[in-house]
Nanobody
Framework: QVQLVGSGGGLVQAGGSLRLSCAAS????????MGWYRQVPGKQRELVAS??????EYADSVKGRFAISRDNAKNTVYLQMNSLRPEDTAVYYC???????????????WGQGTQVTVSS
């Protein structure tokens, strides 16, 4: 099984920055994509950013402010969040797709969530 452990959330003032990290561990044969989703109470979880070996994807609301990167050797993904706004306040969940063993079908994995709060 693949486990994801995220960190780096916290409280920051509007206009500030935070950096989230998420490391994959456990039985890993391959990791395809890694990324971050976020969720506020009463709303669906939404994609913030994701990265594969070939591309990156961002929600329109964070383009130009957030940057996702990945260290393949460490199976770790980072989300640099700049120019934070109160509407970025949410629980951020690390996400990955991959395989524990070569013969497994593609699995979907989630981290435990980390709170990001942006004060105005």
């Amino acid at each position: 099984q693949v486990q994801l452990v995220g960190s780096g959330g916290g409280l920051v003032q509007a206009g500030g920055s935070l950096r989230l990290s998420c490391a994959a561990s456990g039985s890993i044969f391959s990791i395809n994509s890694m990324g971050w989703y976020r969720q506020v109470p009463g709303k669906q979880r939404e994609l913030v950013a994701s990265i594969t070996s070939a591309s990156t994807e961002y929600a329109d609301s964070v383009k130009g402010r957030f940057a996702i990167s990945r260290d393949n050797a460490k199976n770790t993904v980072y989300l640099q969040m700049n120019s934070l706004r109160p509407e970025d306040t949410a629980v951020y969940y690390c996400h990955a797709t991959g395989r524990s063993r070569w013969y497994d079908s593609l699995g979907v994995y989630w981290g435990q969530g980390t709170q990001v709060t942006v004060s105005s």
